[in-house]
């Protein structure tokens, strides 16, 4: 592992391992380590702004946990107590800041969840980290029960789940997240997630071909904020991203990073709702 980490490298296989790697968060605010659970680079959604080279239509493999409870264990002890730090992190990053169960395509489409958030979990207690176990997903999956026994086991453990909401208009969710997906479907899923675990919305907002988002997707995306907050839907804030990292997906040819004011703006007007808001330019 000779790559030094920093906000713009997310490469998943720096470490040379299957199914654990490290990053640098601007998001997290310092070194994440991340559980990859689909190594096969597969997801049911296909996001314009998607890191991930290769990327098919698909789910997550059959996990080896051994494996990935041995990987983890390795990881760990470099971050901890080897020289991982000093050799590979940028000086002012030099923090371990959460485990982050994420990867190359949607982690909940693993059929051994809630198996792995219970091995993970493990983990953190064997090694005393007091640290967040967080979740980042696009809720497709969140009816499931081994899910939703997973997100159980998760929020008893200082677990939060980052869910995905890029767009409120079926032509938007279409265009942005590669699927036919109704607004209202995306609402309950995300109702769901933050049934089951302490949850926030992940937001990634861009130009597209140079122009800024139509105001009538971002009254459709303030009013779906509106909606769950008029449901009691209990979440911990927004988390109000831009482009860091160029596309990796043929799409990514459109795609551009939205006016630092324009952001600014946005996060006023979520803030305005009550609304914690983590912005991230």
């Not at 980490?5 to 601007?26: E, F, I, K, M, Q």
């Not at 409120?168 to 109704?182: D, E, H, K, M, W």
């Not at 995306?221 to 990292?245: M, N």
Request: aromatic fraction near 8%; charge should be neutral.
């Amino acid at each position: 592992m000779s790559r030094q980490l920093n906000r713009y490298n997310h490469d998943r296989d720096a470490a040379g391992l299957t199914y654990v790697y490290p990053v640098v968060s601007r998001r997290a605010g310092g070194v994440s380590v991340g559980i990859n659970l689909n190594p096969n680079s597969a997801c049911d959604w296909h996001c314009v702004y998607c890191q991930v080279p290769g990327l098919i239509r698909g789910r997550a493999p059959q996990i080896d946990l051994e494996l990935l409870v041995a990987e983890l264990k390795m990881l760990l002890d470099d971050i901890l107590y080897g020289d991982f730090m000093q050799q590979r992190v940028d000086a002012n990053c030099r923090q371990l800041c959460d485990i982050a169960i994420s990867g190359n395509g949607e982690p909940t489409s693993c059929r051994e969840f809630d198996a792995v958030v219970q091995a993970v979990v493990e983990m953190m207690v064997l090694y005393q980290l007091k640290i967040p176990l967080r979740l980042i997903s696009n809720g497709s999956y969140a009816a499931k029960t081994v899910v939703q026994q997973g997100l159980k086991r998760m929020a008893l453990s200082n677990g939060e789940v980052w869910v995905k909401v890029d767009s409120a208009t079926a032509v938007g969710i279409q265009r942005i997240n590669g699927v036919s997906l109704s607004p209202e479907k995306l609402f309950e899923q995300v109702k769901l997630m933050a049934q089951f675990c302490p949850s926030w919305i992940q937001t990634c907002m861009f130009n597209w071909d140079h122009e800024a988002p139509a105001e009538e997707e971002m009254d459709a995306y303030l009013g779906f904020l509106k909606r769950l907050k008029q449901d009691g839907v209990a979440l911990r804030g927004i988390l109000l991203y831009g482009i860091a990292r160029p596309s990796m997906q043929p799409e990514g040819v459109h795609l551009s990073p939205l006016a630092k004011l324009s952001m600014e703006q946005l996060a006023e007007r979520i803030g305005a709702m009550g609304y914690s808001v983590k912005l991230s330019i």
